[in-house]
């Protein structure tokens, strides 16, 4: 008998002892009954077992053991998937899930031992059906990650959507406050610091609407049109200025810098590039715009710290930031998501983003061509 018979042959005893296991494993307030969790069990095993009755070839079997995908495994992936959708659905955390897959394997493997059937085509069968096994759990597991990051994703997206709205509250209300002419000295300071405490607030919110979108594979929306890059520059220097009073930032804009843009994501992206230099480097901080023929190039340095050569090649990635640690007496500015965002907006413009830095300065430069047609 092979082992596939086998798993058919002793399908029922399988199921139970496999079902007890998987009751033990699950969450205390699991909905899935007994007929369902049985339900489960025999899906995945006859799964298993038609998976070792197919042809499989040497290229086939390596393929396999790295985890490459297979057309001809697309029902028997498709068992993987449905079953992690199901557990993530009834409350089962990954280490549940792949616990599940381990008490299969040990007691369908202590069965098969029990029939006295140890020969080399035996072994065979044992290897196929770890094989099988070790291809379900892969496909189980990666399903259940990509899930759970998009679930995440969302959570991500509509908070920063719904505390939007709160939050324009507030900075309104701050500015009316600060039109009181009869404040007393210290409440007008308490009112300024809660407006630029409210401005820093709708930045990380800002970013964290950006990444929570281009995480779920949306395509950045602009509103382009023309605008003037040089009083965009001035802008954002302001605003960063209001959150950071001593912050030097000199501005230097040289050629025609009009130019066709989204004027709030790119205000967004020179606010990330300032608070970036404020947070990590030290001294004056220099915004330099250039209009060339065909394209805009702003320039943003600061003296300081380099970046550490090692941290370069991810340092646009999400939740990195650019050195260790902030410069003293500087908190930290965020989670890491600025100079993403960056990227992606630079991106959407159909321009690019770099950084150099070496013991004398930091700069990042971003290019963006002059018009542009954004993606639908």
Not at 18 to 25: D, H, M, S
Not at 42 to 48: A, F, M, P, Q, S
Not at 111 to 129: N, Y
Not at 337 to 353: D, E, P, Q
Request: aromatic share 4%.
């Amino acid at each position: 008998m092979t082992l596939s018979d086998f798993i058919e042959a002793e399908l029922d005893g399988l199921v139970e002892d496999w079902t007890e296991y998987a009751r033990a494993l699950g969450p205390k307030d699991i909905h899935l009954d007994d007929a369902q969790l049985r339900n489960s069990a025999r899906e995945l095993l006859l799964g298993i077992a038609a998976n070792m009755r197919g042809v499989q070839t040497d290229a086939e079997q390596i393929a396999k053991s790295h985890g490459e995908k297979s057309g001809a495994d697309s029902d028997f992936n498709h068992i993987g998937r449905e079953h992690a959708d199901d557990r993530q659905a009834h409350g089962f955390e990954i280490n549940a899930l792949v616990a599940e897959y381990r008490a299969l394997r040990a007691s369908v493997l202590r069965r098969w031992q029990g029939t006295g059937q140890l020969d080399a085509k035996a072994l065979q069968e044992m290897i196929r059906f770890n094989e099988a096994v070790d291809q379900m759990v892969a496909v189980s597991v990666r399903q259940f990650a990509q899930t759970t990051e998009r679930i995440r994703d969302l959570f991500a997206g509509v908070l920063a959507h719904d505390m939007r709205s709160p939050l324009a509250a507030i900075l309104n209300s701050a500015q009316v406050v600060l039109c009181d002419e009869h404040l007393s000295a210290r409440s007008a300071r308490a009112g300024a610091n809660l407006q630029r405490s409210a401005e820093r607030l709708k930045w990380l919110i800002d970013d964290l609407f950006v990444f929570a979108r281009t995480r779920l594979g949306d395509v950045l929306p602009l509103e382009p049109s023309e605008h003037d890059l040089a009083a965009i520059c001035h802008g954002a220097g302001e605003e960063v200025r209001a959150s950071n009073a001593d912050a030097q930032i000199e501005m230097e804009a040289t050629g025609e810098l009009r130019v066709v843009c989204d004027a709030a994501r790119m205000n967004q992206l020179i606010v990330n590039l300032l608070t970036n230099a404020v947070q990590y480097g030290h001294g004056c901080i220099r915004v330099k715009a250039a209009g060339e023929a065909d394209q805009i190039v702003l320039a943003v340095s600061n003296a300081g710290p380099p970046i550490p050569a090692d941290a370069l090649p991810t340092l646009f990635d999400p939740l990195t930031r650019a050195n260790p640690s902030p410069a003293p007496g500087r908190a930290s500015s965020g989670v890491g998501l600025g100079l993403y965002i960056c990227r992606c907006i630079a991106h959407a413009h159909h321009g690019t983003i770099a950084v150099r830095s070496d013991p004398n300065e930091t700069v990042f430069t971003v290019q963006i061509p002059r018009d542009f047609a954004p993606a639908s």
